[in-house]
Nanobody
């Protein structure tokens, strides 16, 4: 059973930055495209950023130029660097495969952007 453990969230002021981490149990993460998703209250979960096993990244338009996804296959860890945060980025952030056929979702990490 694959386990996903997200961390790094918190309360940040508008314009601030956070770096999220996601540790994937086992070494299978290196074989898969990985993604960061978020779910705001009352909204559906959405894909924020995806990175292929080879390191090619793509982003939702709403975060392009502000967020950067990266991965360390040796550590089975995926990162999301988030800069210039705004209130619309407030959500619970999750990682999982970058394509459907998802593993069980982790608990996520809460990101709250507020002054």
């Amino acid at each position: 059973q694959v386990q996903l453990v997200e961390s790094g969230g918190g309360l940040v002021q508008p314009g601030g930055s956070l770096r999220l981490s996601c540790v994937v149990s086992g070494s299978i993460a290196s074989l898969n495209a990985m993604g960061w998703y978020r779910q705001a209250p009352g909204k559906q979960r959405e894909l924020v950023a995806r990175i292929t096993s080879g390191g090619t990244a793509n982003y939702a338009d709403s975060v392009k130029g502000r967020f950067t996804i990266s991965r360390d296959n040796a550590k089975s860890t995926v990162y999301l660097q988030m800069n210039r945060l705004n209130a619309e980025d407030t959500a619970v952030y999750y990682c999982n495969k970058g394509v459907p056929g998802f593993w069980p979702w982790g608990q996520g990490t809460q990101v709250t952007v507020s002054s």
